[in-house]
């Protein structure tokens, strides 16, 4: 892709899944990349896993301090940020009348304010000189999905947070929300079956589950110069299922 090599990178959730791809994918388009991840084994085997990322630092991107503690050491590690892929987030597969408050405060705060804490944190630093904020958001943010009611609606704020910022940070900052489908993650099999794998590979057009790398392919087209009119979008890639 164009325009990657040298760029200063944060990935949020970037020691596991959709993340680790992405990292991964920068750092071999020549990007200078720091992961941050709520793990603390997936931080201390992460650049054993990723090689060539600049580091992995712990942060709780719910957590406002957490936050500001760690752009401030990605400011002494890479001198600034020049793209955020604000990818972190959780789910609780559980019926609506089930949920219980503290599941849904926290899907939120991470899935919903953390993008926020952490894209603020980015902007803050892009302004001036520009740059380009990504988020994962969902299919499940664009059409209702029985059992993640939590999930769903912090995917939905995410695609109008991102709109809203698209609007505001031009032209500047261009900020864009990618929208997966089903991808087969360490938190998907985590919560399916391999019959309820099956069974939804059954009703995907292309009748698979993404691949994280599949994803981060995305980020790094939309990171890059050849994106350069794409703003405010939010970009479904699910292999059909939308349609």
Known sequence: MKGLA????????GTSGIGEATSRRFVEEGARVVALAAGELEIETARERIPGLEAALRCDVADAAQV???FARVDGLLGGVDVLVANAGISVRRPFLEIREEEWR???D???TGVFLCAQQAARRMVAGGGVILMTASTNGLSG????????ASKAGVILLARTMALELAPAVR???????YVLTPMQQAEYTPEMLAEVDASIPLRRHARPEEIAALF???ASDESAY?????IAIDGGETA
């Open 230 to 234: 794409v703003t405010g979008a939010a």
């Open 110 to 112: 991470v899935n919903l």
């Open 68 to 70: 500001e503690r760690a």
């Open 106 to 108: 926290r899907v939120l």
């Open 175 to 181: 900020v864009n929300a990618v929208c997966p489908g």
């Open 220 to 222: 790094a087209f939309l």
């Open 145 to 152: 999905h029985p059992l993640y009611a939590d999930y769903n």
């Open 6 to 13: 040298g760029k200063r990178v944060v990935v949020t959730g």
